[in-house]
């Protein structure tokens, strides 16, 4: 399927890497110009030499910086000023029981997950329902609907962007700009193969992927991790003008998890 983004400027947050590293990997194989984020020029450079290679396009941009301070979103935003496509994907997470979170914990993961999303969002948005016409999608996580008591302050921030999801897509009517949410499942990604070694250092790392499945997530119907190429699939539709009814929607892709009808 052509899903007709030639001619298209995506700008992924956090894409040097995990899930944005695959977004940014599936919209340039779909034609986009692909602005890719990073927190240091080093991990920018690496990031495009690799998809360079594995596209065959050359039509990859650099955007270094932390956008989990305001300067480095200004900076982004002033060197990118018009894009048709904004991917919301940076962000992190942690395990912290909820009563030995701190107060600097919930700020700090607030500061990353929800302010980037909302300074970035804040400009672009505004700007394509001026033009008239875009794509914005925030990644959320299946924890935004299925708790985990262990990553308490990061759930809240992902249920969050639901909520900012939801809010900018009502500012959108009578546009072909839409906003949309997008919530993995567990991800097989760097990050995530380190803790699962951690957690299940006796045992190699698919054993341990897969004790972390039924011990964690035993909800899964496809019972394994993810890969990020399966939630790049998705946001690349989403992006796409064929795409045009979804709009205000939480979408999962979370491989069954959530047990829910809807």
């Known amino acids: 399927m052509d899903l007709q983004l030639k001619n298209k400027t995506a700008l992924v947050t956090a894409s040097s890497g995990g899930i944005g590293f ?4 599936t919209l340039a194989k779909e034609g986009a110009t692909v602005i890719v984020n ?33 300067e480095n979103c200004d900076k982004i935003i002033e060197q990118y000023p018009d894009v048709d496509i904004l991917i919301n994907n940076v962000g992190y997470y942690e395990a912290i029981p909820f009563f030995e979170s701190t107060e600097e914990d919930w700020q700090n993961i607030f500061n990353v997950n929800i302010m980037s999303a909302v300074r970035m969002s804040q400009y672009y948005t505004k700007k394509m329902i001026d033009k008239g016409e875009g794509r914005v999608i925030l990644i959320s996580s299946e924890t935004a609907v299925n708790p985990d008591p ?7 921030t992902k249920t969050m962007m639901l909520s900012i999801s939801r809010n900018l897509a009502e500012l959108t009517s009578g546009t072909n700009v839409t906003v949309n949410t997008v919530m993995p499942g567990s991800t097989e990604t760097e990050s995530v ?7 299940f250092s006796d045992v ?31 946001v690349a539709f989403v992006c796409s003008p064929k795409a045009s009814g979804i709009n205000g929607a939480a979408l999962r892709v979370d491989g069954g998890i959530v047990k829910s009808v809807f």
Do not use: C, W
């Open 150 to 156: 262990n990553m308490g302050h990061y759930g809240a």
């Open 193 to 199: 193969r380190k803790l699962i070694k951690e957690q």
């Open 38 to 70: 990073g927190r240091s020029e080093e991990s920018v450079s690496k990031a495009i030499k690799s998809l360079k290679e594995s596209t065959g396009s050359e039509n990859f941009k650099s955007a270094v910086g932390d956008l989990g301070k305001k």
């Open 22 to 25: 695959a977004i940014a990997d």
């Open 204 to 234: 190699d790392i698919e054993e341990g992927m897969k004790k972390f499945m039924e011990e964690n997530r035993p909800t899964s119907i496809l019972g394994r991790l993810l890969q990020p190429e399966e939630i790049a699939n998705l």
